[in-house]
């Protein structure tokens, strides 16, 4: 993600964010969503969002 | 009184010495608050010392032990809680100028199963602001430091339960783990720490990081001492959406089982790339020790294992959600660095937090596969040692890939445990993780591995 990427996205969601602090949250989001970015979403095999964490069937 | 030696000894030794009254609680209680006093000053790990709770709870325990009370190995036990934590009359702040004055009206429901179980509230431990912050100097309330080097973060969030347990200010601690916040800090502080399975401890009266990925659980200086703490915190909490209604097993009798002919997978790919070069042998070392054990070590793949950054966009999201609204009527009242982190959450869109729940189902399914050959799992806790605050205070600091958010993403048990020190003396570490539910065989081989090697026996000069 680029620093106009990251500008163009504070701009959609209203949020400013201190100058100074914009290579910290361009790193952290460019982190965060490089698999998202890397992944396919067409060949990834249908799963729901959605995460349970019981073995055994007693559900969460 | 015997209690200078006292400090550093397990819960089970104390125990003992209750009931044979070479000791008793008060005793106890008074010397930790003494070492406390002492050493606050320096190492910052409290937010609030309630000496006078503390002392109530002592002789109400020492009260029950002349009755011949000796049902709960807690009772008596000097322990922190996170302030994070709920607790009735005692301000609960979460590190945060937020709620610097909130005075909850009940306990959460680990505190309250602590105490019930005999246990004595020493006080509160400072956490980094709402479990995610960092304090930078000027934050109200001043950041906990690394009782091994003082110029060392002790890590976080739970950065007061390390320190104080690395500085035998307590016996055990709630920690709380939403990527890695129990674990960091056993890792940096030389202490052993549990993140149980998503669901299996209470998270009612918990301040919330991210309900998908919050995890709360025991933070102690033994494995051991990490199990008598889960026996009384683990069990359905009818409050808690996500708790499970799974049984609650023994985790303290299966402790002595060993580990001859369990199946240990090593995922090198992601958890051992960038390792530092005193973690890499560390860690090769304990790998050794385990196979001398009788457990077989094999090295194991998890295909999807790239994908386990995208935790991060799962926190950021649903803290931002959780924060949005004091964020924005009361930006002021964030810390720095804090402030930005949350905000960043909401510059994720819906489509990309859908996809990383996608990826956290491939992952989860990966695993789990991965545990169908093996029992558990053994990676480094972290890549590198402790940082200095100096580094991470530096905008351009570059964190170390987290190790532990996997295991977020995942839900799945693990502990994290000492397996020796960098050549200046700081603390090194490795998880063991196991299936969902499983704390038992994870305790068993952590508590196999603590008993071969002396790291859990060594203390900092403070």
Request: hydrophobic share 40%; with cysteine.
């Amino acid at each position: 993600m680029t620093l106009d990427e990251l500008r163009d996205r504070m701009k959609a969601a209203r949020i400013e964010i201190a100058e100074n602090r914009l290579e910290l949250v361009r790193r952290l989001l460019t982190d965060a969503l490089r698999p998202i970015h890397e992944m396919d979403s067409r060949k990834v095999k249908t799963l729901e969002p959605c995460v349970t964490f019981d073995a055994r069937r007693s559900g969460v | 009184m015997a209690t200078d030696d006292a400090v550093y000894a397990t819960i089970r030794d104390i125990g003992g010495r209750f009931r044979k009254k070479t000791l008793s609680p008060v005793e106890l209680t008074r010397a930790l608050l003494e070492r406390i006093e002492r050493l606050e000053p320096t190492l910052h790990a409290f937010v609030t010392v309630t000496a006078d709770r503390a002392l109530a709870d002592a002789k109400a325990a020492e009260t029950a032990l002349a009755r011949g009370d000796i049902s709960s190995p807690l009772l008596g036990i000097p322990l922190g809680y996170k302030d994070i934590y709920a607790t009735r009359g005692v301000v609960t702040s979460g590190g945060s100028a937020l709620l610097a004055d909130w005075v909850p009206d009940a306990d959460s429901t680990c505190v309250a199963r602590l105490q019930k179980a005999g246990a004595v509230m020493l006080g509160k431990l400072i956490t980094h602001e709402f479990a995610f912050g960092i304090q930078f100097p000027g934050h109200r309330f001043p950041a906990a430091k690394n009782p091994w080097d003082l110029e060392r973060m002790p890590g976080g969030s739970s950065s007061g339960s390390g320190t104080a347990l690395a500085a035998g200010m307590a016996f055990g601690a709630l920690g709380s783990d939403t990527g890695g916040s129990i674990r960091g800090p056993a890792s940096f502080c030389g202490i052993a720490g549990l993140k149980p399975t998503y669901g299996r401890c209470s998270r009612t009266g918990v301040l919330t990081l991210s309900w998908t990925l919050d995890h709360t659980g025991p933070m102690a200086r033994t494995v051991e001492d990490c199990a008598y703490l889960l026996q009384a915190l683990a069990g359905h909490d009818p409050a808690d959406p996500a708790s499970s209604r799974e049984p609650v097993g023994d985790y303290i009798a299966p402790l002595v089982r060993g580990v001859r002919n369990l199946r240990i997978g090593v995922p090198r790919e992601y958890f051992c790339e960038g390792l530092d070069s005193e973690v890499e042998k560390a860690f090769e070392q304990a790998l050794t020790t385990l196979r001398q054990l009788g457990a077989s070590v094999q090295d194991v793949q998890i295909p999807s294992i790239k994908s386990a950054p995208a935790y991060m966009v799962i926190l950021l999201s649903e803290a931002y959600a959780y924060h949005e609204r004091d964020l924005r009527e009361h930006p002021e009242l964030f810390g720095e660095f804090l402030r930005e982190r949350i905000q960043a959450g909401g510059l994720i869109t819906s489509s990309e937090y859908v996809q990383a729940q996608r990826l956290r189902a491939t992952l989860q399914a990966d695993m789990g596969d991965v545990l169908r050959r093996v029992d558990l799992l053994v990676t480094p806790t972290s890549p590198k040692p402790a940082a200095t605050f100096a580094a991470v205070y530096d905008p351009n600091y570059d964190a170390p890939r987290s190790n532990t958010g996997p295991f977020n993403m995942t839900g799945l048990p693990t502990l994290a445990l000492p397996i020796g020190f960098s050549a200046s003396g700081l603390p090194l570490s490795m998880q063991i993780t196991g299936r969902p539910f499983e704390e038992a065989n994870v305790l068993r081989a952590g508590h196999t591995y603590e008993q071969a090697t002396d790291w859990h026996k060594r203390h900092p000069n403070v």
